[in-house]
């Protein structure tokens, strides 16, 4: 059965046009690479979210930027903020995004539900205004419980920016996630549904087994975070390949991650065994 797809882009971190982040990265142009990475898979993905870092500073130009940057997807998109960003104004920037309007604040919590088929899509909401570590509190806890609680049928992916396990990369867990991690992980104990939780802000892939889950960071689609394990290593990036994540699901099958990497490669070729013949 033909499987399904939400990408998962993160920590594009975009500018003022013509400015680059950390004095070095063309964030903008690395994102325009990755959507068109993404409108040419083999397989049209159903969604695209992106897990927070949206800008670099939150500010109304920044959004116009990426707003402008994302018009060539040509599937929907889902957005959520990061650390660098500010709740009001990717609101103001996106009211057409009905889905993480409020009608309590233009500053409340952007969490949502969306149903992708067969697949839901749910968004928590771990920002700490003015902070670059994110925490959960009872409100957030309480407001994703039901969101959740509404399906506990449809297999889940749950989407938050800071990741709820430590790392081992010491500077990030340092501006991890301080606060509600053990509340989070008793909630998803009784909703079994939640197949992934998905994350950014560490800007590398990594994996663990937790609240009886699987959880996930995603690639930056510009800059990734240095892999050094050390606890008191420097706090550095690199300009290694960018790239997404891919999660497919089926009726009839488990929900799978695919890691894709961003840009131009040699092939693809077919195979050949050692005689010359072509390998179907």
């Not at 033909?2 to 046009?17: C, E, M």
């Not at 940057?69 to 103001?92: K, S, T, V």
């Not at 937790?210 to 975070?225: D, F, I, N, R, Y």
Request: with cysteine; proline share 8%.
């Amino acid at each position: 059965m033909k499987p399904q797809l939400l990408v998962q882009l993160s920590d594009p971190h975009i500018r003022a046009p013509g400015r680059l982040t950390y004095r070095r990265v063309d964030t903008a142009a690395y994102l325009r690479r990755a959507i068109a990475a993404v409108n040419a898979l083999p397989q049209a993905p159903r969604a695209v979210i992106i897990t927070g870092d949206l800008t670099d500073f939150g500010t109304p130009e920044e959004y116009a930027h990426l707003r402008a940057l994302l018009q060539p997807l040509a599937c929907p998109c889902y957005l959520m903020p990061g650390n660098h960003d500010d709740r009001a104004g990717l609101r103001q920037a996106f009211a057409e995004h009905a889905y993480m309007q409020s009608a309590e604040a233009a500053d409340d919590f952007v969490q949502y539900a969306v149903d992708l088929g067969g697949l839901r899509l749910v968004t928590l909401d771990t920002v700490t205004p003015r902070a670059s570590h994110g925490e959960l509190c009872t409100e957030r806890l309480q407001r994703l419980d039901a969101l959740l609680s509404a399906d506990p049928h449809t297999p889940t992916v749950l989407a938050m920016h800071h990741p709820p396990f430590a790392t081992y990369i010491g500077h990030m867990d340092v501006i991890g996630l301080r606060h509600g991690g053990p509340e989070l992980a008793a909630l998803l104990g009784r909703q079994p549904q939640v197949q992934r939780v998905i994350c950014g802000h560490l800007h590398r892939p990594i994996q663990a087994l937790w609240g009886g889950t699987l959880a996930m960071t995603a690639p930056s689609t510009a800059h990734q975070v240095c892999l050094d394990l050390a606890p008191d290593a420097a706090s550095r990036f690199a300009l290694e390949p960018p790239g997404f994540l891919v999660h497919a699901w089926s009726e009839a099958g488990q929900l799978v991650t695919h890691q894709a990497a961003i840009g131009e490669f040699d092939g693809p070729h077919p195979f050949y065994d050692e005689d010359g013949a072509l390998i179907d």
